[in-house]
């Protein structure tokens, strides 16, 4: 059979026909996998609701965000991302060929060369740190500067925690366990949630973000610990080793390089909206970085947990040589997740103000702090649709084990961030800037289209546009609808708390009804595909 012709039939994520009890097994680890994070992204966004009432988006807020952007960074260098980019591939390699053993040797030694990098790393970051972070904050005062210090030497070390954690859970990923890797995040945001609670009174002044970054330091080497005891009976076992030079690791360092590059230069965005942010005034730091919370709760609910469990699946057809089964898997999660992210896009740009005051305004967070949010909201959400893709779009890139060529792309990317960013802060404010990242994503998931396209034969191209255009018909529909449910309601029953949920979510959930009987009637597959694999998992509960 055709190898083109077989992925149709075994490599849909989410098809619920699939004749291979694998196949069910991704499906539900997705619908899984996709419940999960988004109780994390609800519980993150829990969190982010008692910040805003604590600090609103004060100076201190946006030193909190720069200080803890720098630390993210060097984790997209070297932690959780871009080292399962490089290291998935070679293990489930290893797995591939039964030898566990000699992967369980693989990761011991990335782990003792990673406490060793890592840990001196932070040594010299805490030393330096009053000379590196005055440069991610050109237009804060000296306080603000010295605040930001601070924040940072506390949560720095999440980066060697966060890299060691990278490795537990691309093994655990790789024996396609994903529940506890899902779950402990929800784990890390209750407990900074219980540290502003319990430790924001405790402290003065400016000095009470100081609650925020001790949670995110506590609740990162809980996050470490919590998947460790499922690496138990797997075939293999940890040791102290110093055997740098086993090929395979050389192998993972080697793929490392350009993944981490990559996903690094991608993170620099957010750090590139922070650094023109400031220059804009002191509030749109905290205020981009409010909207992008928002922005990624549509993606980790969808985008990433599509993206996480296809990356093993998609690894091993690229170790198989299976170019045809890759290619369906890979271009099917990316209908499924134009299917999820238009829609919600369309809800975030109309809706962006009332979710805004909804989710965020009380406390010291005022009318203004989220006029300035929703502003940054809705040209985020232009984005929302390409990010998803161009998220499964690099995984795929890893799984070919040809990362270099992505890494390119991730350079224009910047490019075209920074440029705009600096040419838009001045005129637009915080609209400039997000403006930059949006543009710098739509350039990216269209050379990554043509270039996987070329390396693998065609991406689906004819069907993907057809599914695109129906799809984005449907949500043109969601739109209307949802704005003109929540018009009607707002001005009938005010902004009270209890009125601004009805209003809301009435509007919100008019218009998926709408969405969901337009997709059907325009007979989009990837709709009937998630509509079969519901339907059997609750006729089998």
């Known amino acids: 059979m055709d190898p083109a012709r077989r992925g149709r039939t075994i490599a849909p994520a989410l098809d619920a026909d699939e004749p291979s009890d694998r196949g069910r097994r991704l499906g539900l680890s997705t619908l899984f996998f996709s419940a999960a994070t988004g109780l994390s992204r609800v519980v993150g966004l829990v969190r982010e609701i008692v910040a805003a009432n604590y600090f609103g988006v004060t100076g201190p807020m946006s030193a909190f965000t720069i200080a803890f952007q720098v630390p993210n960074l060097m984790r997209a260098l070297f932690a959780d991302a871009a080292l399962q980019g490089a290291f998935v591939p070679v293990f489930t390699e290893l797995l591939e060929k039964g030898r566990k053993r000699e992967a369980f040797a693989v990761a011991s030694g990335l782990l003792s060369l990673i406490t060793m990098i890592l840990g001196s790393v932070t040594i010299l970051f805490w030393l330096l740190a009053p000379v590196i972070m005055p440069v991610f904050t050109p237009g804060f005062s000296p306080h603000l500067q010295d605040l930001t210090v601070q924040l940072s030497r506390i949560m720095f070390p999440i980066v060697l925690l966060l890299a060691l954690s990278g490795v537990i859970v691309g093994m655990l990923n790789s024996f396609e366990h994903f529940s506890v890797p899902a779950l402990a995040p929800v784990v890390w945001n209750l407990i900074i949630i219980g540290s502003l609670v319990g430790l924001t009174p405790v402290f003065h002044g400016d000095h009470k973000v100081y609650s925020y970054a001790i949670g995110v330091l506590v609740g990162t080497i809980v996050q470490f610990v919590l998947p460790l005891p499922w690496l138990r009976g ?17 192998r993972v360092l080697k793929l490392m390089l350009p993944v981490t590059i990559a996903l690094g230069l991608i993170n620099f965005d ?16 905290s205020a981009i970085d409010k909207a992008f919370r928002i922005y990624m709760l549509p993606q980790g609910l969808f985008s990433v947990a599509i993206a996480t469990i296809l990356f093993p699946a998609l690894a091993r ?67 929302l649709p390409a990010n998803g893709a161009s998220l499964l779009f690099s995984r795929t890139f890893f799984s070919l084990q040809r990362p270099w060529l992505n890494t390119g792309i991730a350079v224009g990317n910047l490019v075209v961030n920074a440029g705009l960013s600096a040419a838009l802060y001045g005129p637009l404010g915080v609209k400039g800037v997000v403006l930059g990242s949006v ?103």
Do not use: C, K
Not at 489 to 517: C, E, H, K, N, P
């Open 317 to 383: 057809f690229a170790a198989r040589g299976a170019i045809g089964d890759l290619r369906a898997t890979m271009a099917n999660g990316i209908r499924q997740i134009l299917l999820l992210l238009i829609p919600s896009a369309a809800i975030m740009a109309v809706l962006a103000e009332p979710i805004t005051r909804l989710v965020y305004q009380r406390g010291a967070f005022n009318g203004a702090a989220t006029d300035l949010v929703s502003q940054a909201m809705w040209v985020w959400a232009l984005s």
């Open 234 to 250: 797997r075939g293999g076992r940890f040791t102290v080793s110093r055997n740098w030079r086993n090929p395979y690791v050389l």
């Open 439 to 541: 543009a710098g994503t739509l350039i990216q998931v269209i050379l990554q289209a043509v270039y996987l396209r070329r390396d693998l034969h065609g991406i689906e191209g004819g069907r993907m546009l057809s599914a695109t255009l129906r799809i984005l018909a449907a949500a043109a529909a969601l739109a209307a609808v949802s704005r003109g449910v929540w018009l009607a309601l707002d001005d009938a029953l005010g902004r009270a708390l209890v009125s601004q949920i009805v209003s809301l979510g009435v509007g919100i959930l008019a218009g998926i009804f709408v969405y969901v009987v337009a997709v059907t009637a325009l007979r989009v597959d990837e709709a009937r595909q998630i509509g079969r694999l519901l339907g059997s998992r609750f006729r089998r509960a």
């Open 270 to 285: 957010a750090l590139i909206n922070s650094i023109f942010g400031t220059l804009v005034n002191d509030e749109a730091p």
